[in-house]
T-cell receptor, first 112, second 113 residues
Framework: NAGVTQTPKFQVLKTGQSMTLQCAQD?????MYWYRQDPGMGLRLIYY???????DKGEVPNGYNVSRLNKREFSLRLESAAPSQTSVYFC???????????FGPGTRLLVL | GENVEQHPSTLSVQEGDSAVIKCTYS??????FPWYKQELGKRPQLIID?????GEKKDQRIAVTLNKTAKHFSLHITETQPEDSAVYFC????????????FGTGTRLQVTL
């Protein structure tokens, strides 16, 4: 039982490049979330998926897209990376009957 | 939307002393309040949570109190140890299908010997 996994762990991009951050969970959780963490700003919700087949915007969705591929996987795509998207990205998942969110190990992204 | 404020941003205590971190929230619909601990370079991990039908909850050296009328909740750590050094985040959310969490900006706790 690996919990929540994320790939890659670290990525460097040039401005304008695109990439997809991958997240998977093996806990049969219904809801999945993407956050970004910046110094002094806590964790901010980018997008979430309350259940398979649905996605919704969070607090800071601009510049991102998401796909809930199936119940296990929830990917985050940057179509044209900008330096302002330099951050640590965390994926999280939540069982249907509980409020607790479980976080993945994070992806550190640097956009030059 | 929900707004969560957290204070202080940094806190230094001596080993064995108590530490208190305070948060306020704005949305009266929020009824779930977790606290996460994040060690350097690691993922946030839940340490304790409280729901609005409870005023206080304890787990060994950690306790959380909630005042729904005043819209604030606090984390109390007693008998602090060096391994308590980390960044602590409070959060709030309404329960429901999505249960979106709004986080505070974090408190860096340093426990000195």
């Amino acid at each position: 039982n690996a919990g929540v996994t994320q790939t890659p762990k670290f990525q460097v991009l040039k401005t304008g490049q695109s990439m997809t951050l991958q997240c998977a969970q093996d806990m049969n959780h219904n809801s999945m979330y993407w956050y970004r963490q910046d110094p002094g700003m806590g964790l901010r919700l980018i997008y979430y998926s309350a259940s398979e087949g649905t996605t919704d915007k969070g607090e800071v969705p601009n510049g991102y897209n998401v796909s809930r591929l199936n119940k296990r996987e929830f990917s985050l795509r940057l179509e044209s990376a900008a330096p302002s998207q330099t951050s640590v990205y965390f994926c999280a998942s939540r069982p249907g009957q509980q409020e607790t969110q479980y976080f993945g190990p994070g992806t550190r992204l640097l956009v030059l | 939307g929900e707004n969560v404020e957290q204070h202080p941003s940094t806190l230094s205590v001596q080993e064995g002393d108590s530490a208190v971190i305070k948060c306020t929230y704005s949305d009266s619909a929020s009824n779930y309040f977790p606290w996460y601990k994040q060690e350097l370079g690691k993922r946030p991990q839940l340490i304790i949570d409280i729901r609005s039908n409870v005023g206080e909850k304890k787990d060994q050296r950690i306790a959380v109190t909630l005042n729904k009328t005043a819209k604030h909740f606090s984390l109390h750590i007693t008998e602090t140890q060096p391994e308590d050094s980390a960044v602590y985040f409070c959060a709030a959310s309404p329960t429901g299908t999505a249960s979106k969490l709004t986080f505070g900006t974090g408190t860096r706790l340093q426990v000195t010997l």
